[in-house]
């Protein structure tokens, strides 16, 4: 096997050794008439890209090569070579100018064309583009498309006299708009927005409710005035900053259970029973002899002919008294200690950040309790159908006052 190693630049030695300690044939690629060699595959090394393909241009070797792998020639790039060999396709879709048609709808219809991320250069058509375009939606008017880098590029103009009446609001059939809102009383300390319009800003107090991401955008006119807006699923990450109450009670007395046993053993009765349809016969004395009692019950079913239902039951009841007993004050802040450190630990788990604990311990007259303040910051915010925005019609307001 005769394996072509690019040696423009690059570590194209440490590529030639390895392939030829595996046994294959190595030849090396400095100027375009090495390209006029049999081989078998290629390998782009490791370098500087932007170098590299100064120099396959300068010494004309680019495009033959850009040939030879697009007819199918196995090729293995490394490093720098590798961003090279991904340079022969489109990564990247931008369209600006749409005000009626989101970027989603548009992308969605050019990858039903075959035009979409990941495809090469060499089948980009860009005045297929134009005219697919141009025939799919009526309100776009002019259309161009263009490559630059590893991105299509496509500019769109739309007639905006479509937009008769300035309060409407356009959507794609398939998306719907939706806010965000808050979910809680909070003070805004973080807001990215990805999609949508912000409603609020750093150091916001927002109540419950409250609209922190429009999900729609406005379309403007050439004089930047609102002329109506266009439906998004909005999408942020939002931080809010709040303070939460906690309390845990602690009864000074409890109870704890003695069981009554004999030298060796617990005291214990058992007792059995059968369930037959809607009947139930048992051993157990319908006077239980024991004030208090812990019952464990363990059942089995064995349905007759799978329509009778008979169930087998047998009961262990261990009687016990109840001791009264006090906690003592070390107990105690143990108890809610532990209590409070699992309520944090379940807050973390949800993803909230405790900035500041006010939370202390008190001695009651009957009780010890856990009381305080957390102030804590937390994701805030949850999807709600879009709320329309009533648009000011500047020229009517100008008419009136004139008259």
């Not at 595959?41 to 170098?51: D, I, N, Y």
């Not at 209590?339 to 949800?350: A, G, M, P, T």
């Given at each position: ?33 090495d ?23 300068e ?63 060499s ?132 109870i ?37 009692f812990?019952?464990?019950?363990v ?20 009687p ?18 532990v ?12 993803g909230?950040?405790i ?9 009651g ?36 006052n004139?008259?």
């Open positions: 096997m005769k394996v072509a190693v690019l040696a423009v630049q690059g570590a194209f030695e440490e590529h030639e050794k390895v392939l030829q300690e595996l046994g294959a044939q190595t030849i090396q690629l400095r100027q375009a008439k390209l006029e060699d049999s081989f078998d595959a290629l390998v782009l090394p490791g370098g500087e890209s932007t170098v590299q393909g100064k120099l396959l241009r010494l004309d070797m680019y495009e033959p090569l850009r040939a030879k792998i697009a007819a199918g020639l196995p090729v293995l790039a490394t490093c720098a070579g590798l961003i090279l060999f991904m340079t022969r396709f489109i990564w990247g879709i931008d369209i600006s100018g749409n005000l009626s048609y989101t970027d989603d709808t548009l992308k969605r219809f050019l990858s039903s064309e075959n035009v979409k991320g990941g495809m090469k250069k089948d980009v058509n860009c005045r297929k583009i134009v005219q697919d375009l141009r025939k799919k939606y009526d309100r776009i008017i002019w259309v161009s498309a263009s490559v630059d880098g590893c991105r299509l590029v496509i500019r769109i103009k739309e007639n905006e006299d479509d937009f008769t009446d300035s309060s409407k609001i356009s959507s794609d059939n398939n998306e719907e708009g939706k806010d965000i809102i808050a979910d809680t009383d909070c003070t805004i300390v973080d807001i990215i927005t990805r999609t949508g319009t912000p409603m609020v800003q750093r150091g916001t107090k927002v109540k419950k409710g409250a609209i922190l991401v429009s999900g729609q955008i406005p379309i403007c006119n050439d004089e930047k005035e609102i002329t109506g807006y266009r439906l998004k699923n909005a999408d942020a990450d939002i931080t809010g900053e709040k303070a939460i109450t906690y309390q845990k009670e602690l009864t000074r007395q409890y704890r259970k003695k069981y009554y046993r004999s030298r060796f053993y617990f005291l214990q009765k058992r007792n059995f029973g059968i369930r037959l349809g809607r009947h139930y016969f048992t051993t157990e004395s319908k006077n239980n002899q024991y004030p208090v812990e019952k464990h019950v059942q089995k079913k064995y349905p007759i002919a799978n329509v009778i239902p008979v169930t087998l039951e047998k009961s262990t009841i261990t016990y008294r109840k001791m009264y007993k006090k906690y003592t004050k070390a107990d105690a802040r143990m108890i809610l200690s209590d409070f450190q699992d309520y944090c630990k379940e807050l973390e788990k949800k909230v950040e900035i500041q604990n006010d939370v202390k311990i008190y001695t007259s009957e009780t010890y309790y856990a009381k305080g303040t957390l102030k804590i910051r937390c994701s805030v915010g949850r999807k709600m159908p879009s709320v329309p925005i009533p648009i000011e019609n500047s020229s009517e307001e100008e008419t009136k004139g008259d």
